[in-house]
């Protein structure tokens, strides 16, 4: 049957639309999310604007929202660059994606692990050390995937293009994430 995919994610997972003021989103047709369900993927859009790492309290609350989830579903996890852009350091921030994924799976979710796309200068990236926290955050989940044997998306090598704001994909850049992670998604 049809791959169920619920995606746990931020603004790029949402599809939020830089060139709007008000928080609106890519049409269907352009977000990624959008372009896996025109590919026969059963998807469960969970992406909302802002969205950090789940402290330890929440994690109930993302049990709750994945109670239809059944055997052969997967979960996909992109969470972190809202840690960064909100000044975590990338070893934080790996430790808060671990806990959450141990939960996850503690609970017999079958996880993949986003690594999100690197930040780069732009409206809302002023600094330098963003851009840098950001790389080093993207290595760090690398290990931690390898190290726990959890499958990942890799988007480093996609070639994600992300627009003025230095952090939101572009139309270009969700038809690119959407080919990389259905890539991945074939060989599992």
Known sequence: G?????????????G????????SRYPESV?????LKQNGYDIINLGANGTCIPEKRDFPYYRRILSSYKKGDLCFVMLGTN???????????TEKM??????????????VLGIPVILKQ???????ELVDESIWLTEKYFVLAKNKGI???DSRPWKVDLCFDGVHFTPEGHSAFAKGLMSVLEKL
């Open 151 to 153: 499958p990942m998306a």
């Open 31 to 35: 977000r990624w999310t959008g372009i």
């Open 98 to 111: 671990k806990a959450f994924l141990e939960d996850l799976l503690s609970h017999e979710f079958s996880v």
């Open 2 to 14: 049809m791959k169920r995919l619920y995606c746990i994610g931020d603004s790029n997972t949402y």
């Open 83 to 93: 840690d960064i852009l909100q000044h975590a350091d990338a070893e934080r921030t």
């Open 16 to 23: 939020y639309d830089p060139r709007s003021y008000l928080g």
């Open 122 to 128: 732009g409206a809302w990236v002023p600094a330098e």
